[in-house]
């Protein structure tokens, strides 16, 4: 490195007895072992107090390329400033998710300002890392006392004050009871003296200093509090300067990585001792929301740094390791004057690119502490030529339209062509090559030409080679200015061929004329044929249905290209390939038989997925029968290939609110930017290995991922075995994602986690995330429930459970008289028996005689791909008392709608006058009791008296109270607040009305008992007869 | 010779057959641990030896039955009840989907089997020499 790439003002003095680069700076005196930054600040704020208006001032960043980064700085920091109260529940997904960035972008501004005393302790002197490092440090190594709390500190703890019972920062606060005691609810809504502060302050700083505190909870005398859920995983304590540039962003967001245990066990027999399954969680292509404000104009990078985009790097080099073939991240140690890096996996030395300090773009020295790969954990590499093995696809779709009676009559064709109509525009198609296909089936394939209406100025190609005579039907005359759709029916199912190979797959953007039309008239082309019944009603006949065939009409369309087969269909496949029974059998359900019923009945469906994935192919499926439809058979094809199942059972279009939903959610799967052509790798810091893959994906080889388009939103998890001992002090797990986006472009994206190792067990259990471990309990259960019996997976659970909590028990809690009482478990794993609890009732798992198996397996495959925001409440319901809710809740807040708390899942909670809400991210459901006074009824539902309500779907009408709007506003946020393409349905459910829906509500409050599941009481006494009778 | 000594000198023969066979597949299942084979190519690979192995050893059983040979029968008839069973299930095809979830197991079958083949190769080598020894007296 040399000196006339430092800022101005320092200057690079060889050491002869180090071998390195002493930096050192002029004005000051202040030397540093580390290349001064110009990243996080002007060079004069790097050795001085920063200027508060500086960073308080977004405006005027200095380095442009780091505006974004900026941006948030500030945010947090004005937040912290002025103290505002953090909206809590708000948010669960982005919330919750956002914390860890929160963390990392909101202590930097309070311990800094309020350490600004002792910034240059003189024991540290001689350790200068450079600003950034300090700032990070200053708070959770609590290595100076802050003598005199700043303004800026003074706010800062002032946040964290405010931040009502659960403060999403897991960098700074101590965990445990320590921080959310000293930031209870209320104690935070006024802003407390500077004293206080200063004590909650110096508490902060002590709680960083002590080893991980494990608190013991007793569960037989602690209820479950829902909002325990949405606590920030454990922190992640790595050793001080263990990131290169000290970035609060070195570390992925939780919601793109996240593991069981925060805290990796250094030999095996360590993790086998703990019980807790090892494994991680990886969302590798989470979605970010497209713009910088919502929908509402509020900005979001403010709100939630894990919703930024991706920083996409364009270099021609992709710094990998030479053996290991890791990318290059935040936690690489730059060696020999920064020429080589050491790969912090296998510590080999790897040379430095050329150029790696050179921006090619502006032909300008850059600062190779601000390059994104060396700050950020999630980062988006665009891949050069030797990453790819044909040029990057364009984005495929090709739709699989059921036109059967039973398709057409329940209004799904018509909803489907509108809703594929008005999303035209918002498929990717951002360079003008994606292409497009419709086929039709019923008891034949139709087949529909889309060729564009003759343009002189540019003939396609497509349409000259369609003129060789192989098709019977007449070609349109090219003058045509309207264009005309050929409609060829191919009846011969056994030997699927293509009428034509040229025109039936189309470019989007040269057909789009010809493509509309036919999505506008396909409708009804097919109800003009049967006639008759008007569309709406229910009880059509299930028609024959050659799906299998289509399927592969599909696949031979776009194998050479690979890409999207979309299925839509009303009808269990009835004609040749993967025709399938009707096997629904009510007399198998709740027996042992029943996980027949889950398993596929034909291997038709994996045996295409293989083929599909070979060629690229994904497939995802929309079902919408209102009989048996064997979705269990069906949903392996757009598992193998990386796609995803969505059922809408008993669709009926002239229900809006069925209209809505589906199409809602088929909108967002088309508009969704997907990934092609994918591999996923996972790489670890040497002694440990990825095992037993889970999730939508065709695992090609031991460690490799083979995803045919990546959807967003879904999660795979894989569990890690530790092969050797490990010694080294943190460990990194790297997620690497080579895929083509729906740009054209070839990238790798690729999302470092590191975490400390620890020798420990008691550090271990108080890094246990128990969101993760449920997410992978929740698909580990399923994957039993297929491959043996459906009460195997439950029994799994539930001594999952009494393995990990006995396991507890006889390593960290002294046993003795009253033991026997007791439950214990670590704090931050206190809602784990709860949530599997939720797991055991759940549709999917739960031991019931009445779930008709399609059902089953809707909840399985959703168990099984939802990302652990949607998973969570999927198994443990959010329930909101609406009446009696906290009178800002529904209101507009600082990140956006303020939610209601959260209330225990127990039917106590009901009252006769009261209005509830119950949601599990599929379906809501509006409780209304008996007594509900008429002023209530009136001001929600615009409907005079309780006795006028109808139960069942319902749309909220938008009245002009302010009750009814924040309860609209509410419902609004937990439609969209988990990402998701997901649109759940509002239910309204009467004390006293419809038995089955009011029982379907009910089951959703899962501390209940109900029939075969024990109650929350009944379990905890389940588990404790186990653990203490096994103990010792 | 006569017709003992013909017999097992046929066993013989189609023992190390499935032996060979055997030590195939685990050749296989190891090359796909180490990466030279992907799931797919291997599951269609080894679904082709599955049914003739099956019938090999089915006909071996059978010829065993017919010369009523029963102490060889009985040897082998465990084998035969297993492999019906688990074709009838439907579990005797490779899965390419699962493959790397079921490998241990397929791993530890085709050992058992394994060692299984080459038990049954030395005996039936013993009761040939034993047949043509007894013919030769």
């Known amino acids: 490195m040399s000196s006339q790439e430092l800022p101005p003002g320092w200057e690079a003095q060889w050491h002869a007895e180090h071998q390195r680069y002493l930096f050192i700076e002029v004005e000051t005196g202040q030397t540093q072992w580390e290349p001064p930054t110009q990243a996080y600040g002007d060079p004069e704020s790097q050795g001085q107090h920063p200027p508060e208006g500086d960073l308080l001032s977004p405006g005027t960043p200095s380095h442009p390329a780091h505006a974004p980064k900026k941006r948030q700085y500030a945010a947090g920091q004005s937040q912290a400033y002025y103290g505002t109260p953090e909206p809590s529940y708000g948010d669960f997904g982005g919330g919750a998710a956002g914390g860890g960035y929160y963390g990392g972008g909101a202590p930097g501004p309070g311990p800094a300002g309020g350490a600004g005393g002792g910034f240059f302790t003189p024991g540290l002197a001689g350790e200068q890392q450079g600003f950034q490092q300090q700032q990070q440090q200053a708070p959770y ?19 964290y004050g405010a931040n009502p019972s659960y403060p999403s920062n897991p960098l700074a606060g101590p965990p445990g009871q320590e921080t959310y005691g000293a930031a209870a609810p209320g104690a935070g809504y006024g802003q407390p003296g500077v004293g206080a502060l200063a004590d909650q302050f110096s508490q902060m700083g002590m709680g960083g200093q002590k080893p991980f505190a494990l608190y013991t909870t007793n569960l037989l005398q602690t209820p479950p509090d829902p909002l325990d859920l949405m606590k920030p995983p454990p922190e992640i304590r790595l050793p001080p300067g263990a990131s290169a540039t000290n970035s609060p962003y070195a570390n992925a967001d939780p919601s793109y990585t996240r593991c069981t245990l925060n805290a990796i066990p250094t030999t095996s027999s360590l993790l086998s001792k703990c019980k807790v399954p090892l494994a991680l969680v990886i969302t590798p292509h989470r979605s970010v929301p497209s713009t910088a404000t919502n929908a509402d104009g509020e900005p979001l990078a403010g709100v ?47 040379e430095v690119p050329a150029e790696y300090d050179w921006d090619r773009t502006t032909n300008t020295q850059i600062d190779r502490w601000s390059r994104p790969e060396l700050n950020r954990s999630v980062v988006e590499f665009v891949a050069p030529t030797e990453y790819m093995v044909r040029p990057p696809q364009p984005p495929v779709y090709v739709f699989l339209l059921d036109v059967s009676p039973a398709a057409v009559q329940s209004g799904m064709l018509a909803t489907a062509t509108r809703t594929i109509l008005e999303n035209l525009s918002r498929i990717p198609n951002t360079d003008g090559r994606t292409k497009v296909a419709v086929i039709g089936f019923d008891a034949a394939l139709y087949f529909f030409s889309l060729t564009a209406p003759a343009n002189p100025a540019a003939p396609s190609a497509a349409q000259d080679e369609g003129e060789d005579g192989e098709n019977a039907e007449p070609q349109p005359p090219q003058e045509e200015p309207e264009p005309e759709i050929n409609m060829m029916v191919v009846s011969d199912l ?27 008239r396909i409708n009804d082309m097919f109800a003009s044929a049967i006639g008759g019944i008007p569309p709406g009603m229910q009880g059509a006949p299930q028609g024959p249905s050659a799906m299998g065939p289509a399927l592969q009409a599909g696949y031979k369309m776009i194998s050479p290209i690979g890409g999207k087969l979309i299925v839509l269909s009303a009808s269990l496949p009835t004609l040749g390939a993967g025709t399938l029974k009707d096997r629904d059998d009510p007399k198998l359900f709740g027996t042992t038989k029943e996980s027949n019923l889950l398993q596929p009945a034909v291997p038709f469906y994996k045996t295409f997925a293989i083929d599909c994935s070979r060629s690229q192919v994904s497939v995802d499926m929309f079902l919408f029968s209102s009989g048996y439809q064997d979705i269990a058979t069906l949903s392996g094809l757009p ?53 037993s893959f889970n999730g939508n994906f065709f695992v090609r080889s031991t460690d490799l991922l083979s995803l045919a388009s990546v959807p967003v939103d879904q999660t795979y998890t894989m569990e890690v075995v530790i092969e050797e001992n490990l010694s080294v002090p943190f460990v990194v797990f790297q997620t690497g994602v080579l895929h083509t986006s729906c740009f054209g472009e070839r990238r790798i994206r690729v999302v470092t986690i590191a975490l400390p190792t620890t020798s420990s067990i008691s550090e271990m259990y108080a890094s246990v995330d128990q969101v993760a471990l449920a997410t992978v309990l929740c698909q580990r259960a399923v994957e039993r429930s297929i491959s043996h019996k459906l009460e195997d997976a439950r029994d799994a659970v539930t001594n999952k459970l009494i393995d990990i909590m006995t396991a507890y028990r006889s390593s960290m809690t002294a046993g003795g008289a009253g033991a026997a009482s007791q439950l214990a478990i670590a704090d931050n794993m206190k809602m784990l028996p709860v949530l599997m609890l939720g797991l055991l009732k759940n549709t999917g798992i739960r031991a019931s005689s009445t779930i008709p198996s399609d059902l089953r397996a809707y909840a399985q495959a959703l168990l099984t791909s939802l990302p652990p925001q949607m998973v969570i409440p999927y198994i443990h319901p959010n329930f909101y008392s609406l009446v009696d809710m906290a009178p800002e809740a529904g209101t507009v807040g600082e990140h956006g709608i303020i939610m209601p708390m959260p209330l225990p899942l127990t039917s106590e909670r009901l009252v006769r006058h009261g209005l509830f809400l119950i949601e599990d991210g599929q379906s809501m459901f509006l409780w209304i009791g008996r007594d509900a006074v008429p002023q209530l009824v009136q001001d929600v539902f615009g409907v005079e008296r309780y006795d006028l309500l109808q139960s069942g779907k319902i749309t909220l009408p938008l009245l002009d109270n302010d009750f009814n709007q924040r309860i609209n506003a509410i419902i609004a946020k937990t439609r969209e607040m988990r990402r998701g393409p997901y649109w759940p349905h509002l239910y309204l459910v009467k004390e006293d009305g419809e038995p089955a829906l009011r029982q379907w509500a009910l089951s959703m409050l899962i501390q209940d008992r109900s029939d075969q599941t024990p109650s929350y009481q009944q379990y905890l006494a389940l588990l404790r007869d186990k653990v203490n009778g096994s103990g010792y | 010779m006569n017709g003992a000594g013909w017999l097992f000198l046929f066993s013989v023969l189609l023992s ?15 090359d796909l641990e180490c990466d030279y084979i992907n799931p797919i190519d291997l599951c269609t690979q080894l679904n082709r030896f599955v049914i003739p192995e099956y019938i090999a050893h089915g006909f071996l059983a059978l010829i065993f039955l017919l010369s009523g040979q029963f102490m060889a029968l009985a040897l082998n008839l465990p084998l035969v009840a297993y492999n019906i069973r688990k074709v009838m299930a439907g579990g005797h095809v490779y899965d390419a989907t699962e493959i790397f979830r079921t490998l241990p197991q397929h791993k530890k079958e085709s050992f058992i089997k394994l060692g299984f083949y080459l038990l049954s190769f030395f005996y039936y080598l013993y009761r040939m020499i034993v047949a043509l020894i007894s013919e030769s007296e």
């Open chain 1, 639 to 691: 598992r193998y290939t990386a796609g995803q199942t969505y059922f809408y059972p008993a669709f009926n279009a002239a229900r809006s609110e069925d209209a809505i939903k589906f199409a809602h959610e088929f909108g967002e799967v088309l508009a969704s930017p997907i990934g092609l052509e994918a591999v996923i790798r996972v790489r670890a810091s040497r002694g440990l290995r990825m095992t």
């Open chain 1, 494 to 520: 056994d030997d699927v061929y293509l009428p034509r190979p040229n025109d039936l797959l189309v470019n989007l953007s040269e057909s789009r004329k010809p493509l509309e039309s036919l999505l506008e």
């Open chain 1, 304 to 350: 939630d740094p894990a919703d930024e985009p991706v920083p996409i790097i364009t270099d021609q080099v992709i710094p990998r390791c030479r053996r290991c073939r890791a990318y290059i991240n935040p936690y690489v140690i730059f060696i020999d004057g920064g020429s080589r890096w050491k790969c912090i996996m296998c510590n080999v030395s790897n």
């Open chain 2, 16 to 30: 190390a057959v499935l032996l060979f066979t055997m030590v195939f597949f685990i050749i296989m299942f190891s």
């Open chain 1, 141 to 159: 190594y609590g290595q100076q006392p802050p003598a005199q709390p700043s303004p800026s500190g003074a706010g800062g703890a002032g946040w």
